[in-house]
T-cell receptor, first 109, second 116 residues
C-alpha cells in the first residue's frame, strides 16, 4: 500500500522567511500530488497540486517540486505571512488516496 | 465554484441518540467521500460513493451508516456512537472515483461531532 512520510511535523519561521515541507511516497503508480492547507476549525483546502509529468509548479508565493525518481515532492512557501500559519498535508494519489502526516506551520510576526 | 457544504457544523449527541450529518455539492462530481479526522492527525477515509453506489467501506463500524440519495447529496447516519467517535467528520467530492486518474478531491468545512 501507499505510505507517505511528511517532514517536519512542526515548523516555525519568522515572517518573511521561507518554509519548506517535504514528502516521500513509496508507490510508483502515484501520479498526482496535491497539497492541502487546514486552518484551525476548518476543512482541508487545496492550495496547489502537481502531476507526474511536471517537475515544478508555482502559484505566487507557493511552489511545489517533484522528483519522481527519488519519490520526493516538496512545498515551498516564500515571504511567509502570519495567515500562512496552518497545518499542511501532502498527498500522493495512485490507485488510492493517502495523506501525509501533516506539518503544523507557525509564522511568527 | 468548488464548494462542498456540510451541515451541521457542530453536533453534540448522547450515546443513545440517532443523528445525521449531511453533505451537498453542485459541481457535478460523481464521487463523494466521508472522512474522519482526529486532532492533529490526517483525515482517515471511511466511505466512498461512486455514481451513488457504495464503492469503498474502510471497515467502519455499523453504527456509522452512509447514504447517497442522489448525485449531489451524501448523508452519514449516526446511531449508538461512543465517546471515542468524537471527531471532525469531513465530506469530500471529486469528478470521479480516484483510480490513478488524478482527480482533485475537494473538502467541506466539516462537522464537529461530540459524543457524550
Amino acid at each position: 500500500g501507499e505510505n507517505v512520510e511528511q517532514h517536519p511535523s512542526t515548523l516555525s519561521v519568522q515572517e518573511g522567511d521561507s518554509a519548506v515541507i517535504k514528502c516521500t511516497y513509496s508507490d510508483s503508480a502515484s501520479n498526482y500530488f496535491p497539497w492541502y492547507k487546514q486552518e484551525l476549525g476548518k476543512g482541508p483546502q487545496l492550495i496547489i497540486d502537481i502531476r507526474s509529468n511536471v517537475g515544478e509548479k508555482k502559484d505566487q508565493r507557493i511552489a511545489v517540486t517533484l522528483n519522481k525518481t527519488a519519490k520526493h515532492f516538496s512545498l515551498h512557501i516564500t515571504e511567509t505571512q502570519p495567515e500562512d500559519s496552518a497545518v499542511y498535508f501532502c498527498a500522493a494519489i495512485g490507485n488510492q488516496f493517502y495523506f501525509g502526516t501533516g506539518t503544523s506551520l507557525t509564522v511568527i510576526p | 465554484d468548488t464548494e462542498v457544504t456540510q451541515t451541521p457544523k457542530h453536533l453534540v449527541m448522547g450515546m443513545t441518540n440517532k443523528k445525521s450529518l449531511k453533505c451537498e455539492q453542485h459541481m457535478g462530481h460523481r464521487a463523494m467521500y466521508w472522512y474522519k479526522q482526529k486532532a492533529k492527525k490526517p483525515p482517515e477515509l471511511m466511505f466512498v460513493y461512486s455514481y451513488e453506489k457504495l464503492s469503498i467501506n474502510e471497515s467502519v463500524p455499523s453504527r456509522f451508516s452512509p447514504e447517497c440519495p442522489n448525485s449531489s447529496l451524501l448523508n452519514l447516519h449516526l446511531h449508538a456512537l461512543q465517546p471515542e467517535d468524537s471527531a471532525l467528520y469531513l465530506c469530500a467530492s471529486s469528478q470521479v472515483l480516484q483510480q490513478g486518474s488524478g482527480n482533485t478531491i475537494y473538502f467541506g468545512e466539516g462537522s464537529w461531532l461530540t459524543v457524550v
